[in-house]
């Protein structure tokens, strides 16, 4: 994250960030893959659901309208908290405020597929093809959220609540469907089962930090 926030200073900007989400995951993964000796099923089921929802997300997010929507984004919050802080310039608002609490945050969402990679027995069974397939609906769910807001970009989702407020924006509930897909496959392992911590901080980030109920968050 270092280099990214060095990055950013040169760009003048840290929309791209949006965009390393997904792929701080999806590489967390790849490094745990290389690195670990667990069952080779359960490690490529992990592997490859995490990329093929990293990256089209990823891809997104790189469009010249979603970076120039989020640089003012968070310009907007870095420019608040330097003039409320006083010696705090634009740069290291954008290093307290986004890039190191990314890093945390990326890894303690990925620990599914950090954990569950971990050991070599079990092999997968009932559970984690339960939550492959329920992952491969999420990327799903995911894909046509993302379809849905590129041809209704003006649809207000924050004025909805509750349930209705999750089904209009599927997006959301295809990320709740992958991340507790990916921990399903790891839960039939000891230390996978300790992962639980991540899919329910998403859970809490999607229902009470997600931009659309407050830009500023």
């Known amino acids: 994250m270092a280099g990214l926030w060095a990055l950013s200073l040169r760009l003048k900007g840290v929309g791209f960030i949006d965009a390393v989400w997904p792929l ?39 469009a010249p309208a979603a970076r120039a929507e989020a640089d003012a984004r968070y310009a907007a919050v870095a420019a608040a908290a330097a003039a409320g802080r006083r010696g705090w310039s634009a740069g290291r608002a954008g290093l307290v405020l986004f890039f190191l609490p990314q890093a945390v945050l990326a890894w303690l969402t990925s620990l599914p597929v950090q954990l569950g990679q971990v050991e ?15 992952a491969v609906a999420g990327i799903g769910l995911e894909g046509v959220g993302s379809l849905r807001a590129v041809r209704r970009p003006s649809a ?12 209009r924006r599927p997006e ?46």
Do not use: M
């Not at 490094?31 to 490690?43: I, S, W, Y």
């Not at 070599?120 to 329920?134: C, K």
């Not at 897909?181 to 899919?199: D, K, M, Q, W, Y």
């Open 24 to 62: 701080a995951l999806a590489g967390v993964a790849a490094a745990t893959f290389f690195l670990t000796a667990g069952d080779p099923v359960r490690k490529g089921l992990l592997l490859w659901l995490v990329a093929v929802w990293a990256l089209p997300q990823a891809w997104r997010r790189l």
């Open 156 to 167: 207000d989702p924050s004025a909805f609540r509750g349930l209705r407020r999750w089904l």
């Open 120 to 134: 070599y027995s079990p092999a997968v069974g009932w559970v984690g093809w339960t939550g492959a397939v329920l």
């Open 172 to 217: 959301f509930l295809g990320d709740l469907a992958v991340w507790w897909g990916l921990f399903l496959i790891a839960a039939e392992t000891g230390p996978g089962r300790a992962s639980i911590v991540g899919p329910i901080f998403l859970t809490f980030a999607l229902a009470h930090w997600a931009k659309t109920e407050n830009p500023r968050r």
